[in-house]
Antibody
Framework: EVQLVESGGGLVQPGRSLRLSCAASGFTFGDNAMHWVRQAPGKGLEWVSAITWNGGIIDYADSVKGRFTISRDNAKNSLYLQMNSLLPEDTALYYC?????????WGQGTLVTVSS | DIQMTQSPSSLSASVGDRVTITCRASQDISNYLNWYQQKPGKAPKLLIYDASNLETGVPSRFSGGGSGTDFTFTVSSLQPEDFATYYCQQYDNLRGAVQFGQGTRLEIK
């Protein structure tokens, strides 16, 4: 069974940093592209970042470019999102999702709240 | 960047109704278009991929169509469990990026 479990969320002050993790199991993590998608409270889905299986292609939404860094450790079956210079508008539930063109599996999300 | 315009933003319907949601891309995206269902407090669930292919295990009352810039998502006969929010999503194969539509909230009339 495919499982994706996000962690690392919490309450953080504006301008600070946070690192999210996504632990994957039930599939060959190293063969799959992964995405981070977020959802602000009461709002729609917003794509954040993507990384191909070997990190050869990495992309970011304009709203996070230069502040967020996606990475992966295939030996640890883990995906990461380093978030720096956090803004109040980064407050959201952050999901990791498996796939390249289509996101077939999602975690349950980890909540990030940016507030002073 | 490719922009996705999804409509309507909300829709009221009754059990047994047929409903259709549309998604328009700002440029040709071939068939790189997927549809998701999200229920409150839950992660999105993939229903339709590559515009018209039903994900494994998804009931056949769900269907998708279109190519290029105009796409549709249809529920042929609404069931109580179908009341949820639906999103279209396109894939930019040159960048690896994806983009979601604004969502359609399907409510019980």
């Amino acid at each position: 069974e495919v499982q994706l479990v996000e962690s690392g969320g919490g309450l953080v002050q504006p301008g600070r940093s946070l690192r999210l993790s996504c632990a994957a199991s039930g599939f060959t993590f190293g063969d799959n592209a992964m995405h981070w998608v977020r959802q602000a409270p009461g709002k729609g889905l917003e794509w954040v970042s993507a990384i191909t299986w070997n990190g050869g292609i990495i992309d970011y939404a304009d709203s996070v470019k230069g502040r967020f860094t996606i990475s992966r450790d295939n030996a640890k079956n883990s995906l990461y999102l380093q978030m720096n210079s956090l803004l109040p508008e980064d407050t959201a539930l952050y999901y990791c999702a498996k796939g390249l063109a289509r996101l077939g599996y999602w975690g349950q999300g980890t909540l990030v709240t940016v507030s002073s | 960047d490719i922009q996705m315009t999804q409509s309507p933003s909300s829709l009221s319907a009754s059990v047994g109704d047929r409903v259709t949601i549309t998604c328009r891309a700002s440029q040709d995206i071939s068939n790189y278009l997927n549809w998701y269902q999200q229920k409150p407090g839950k992660a999105p669930k993939l229903l339709i991929y590559d515009a018209s292919n039903l994900e494994t295990g998804v009931p056949s009352r769900f269907s998708g169509g279109g190519s290029g810039t105009d796409f549709t998502f249809t529920v042929s006969s609404l069931q109580p469990e179908d009341f949820a929010t639906y999103y279209c999503q396109q894939y930019d194969n040159l960048r690896g990026a994806v983009q979601f539509g604004q969502g359609t909230r399907l409510e019980i009339k």
